[in-house]
């Protein structure tokens, strides 16, 4: 706490005003990698409790938890319509645990979508494998579970 964008110690009110993180666009738009199609923007709702969609798309290209993928794939609109999102596997993303999120058949992952729970479960590490969506996991390899 106190660093890098997050609310000082002490948890005074004033303390926990969400600012954009740099790279993330504050109005829907590339910037968060570099495919100009996978469009993202600020959303201080990821950092709502719960955070809005289950967190899905939140930390967009390693942005900042408030900077959110939106309007391709299985992410949200970027109208931020709850409604808009249906949450499945992804194309893409095996049902079982296996290779299909990047192009290295070592880096296997899987359908888990206790990645959209509250709070995800392993912390929601390995969770949007490889773009495929926030309910995609890496597993089994490097540190993931």
Do not use: H, I, M, W
């Amino acid at each position: 706490c106190g660093f890098g964008g997050f609310p000082s110690c002490s948890l005074e009110e004033e303390d926990t005003v969400a600012v954009p993180e740099e790279g993330c666009p504050t109005e829907p738009g590339p910037g968060c990698t570099g495919n100009p199609a996978e469009t993202c923007f600020y959303d201080p709702t990821c950092s709502a409790v719960p955070p809005a969609f289950g967190g899905l798309g939140c930390n967009a290209g390693g942005k900042g938890q408030d900077c959110r993928f939106c309007g391709f794939g299985g992410f949200p609109s970027c109208s931020l319509e709850e409604e808009d999102t249906v949450a499945v596997p992804e194309e893409g993303c095996p049902t079982e645990p296996g290779p299909g999120c990047t192009g290295n058949p070592a880096e296997t992952c899987f359908y888990d979508p206790t990645c959209s729970a509250v709070p995800p479960a392993f912390g929601g590490l390995g969770c949007n494998a490889g773009g495929k969506g926030q309910d995609c996991r890496f597993c089994g390899f490097g540190g993931f579970p």
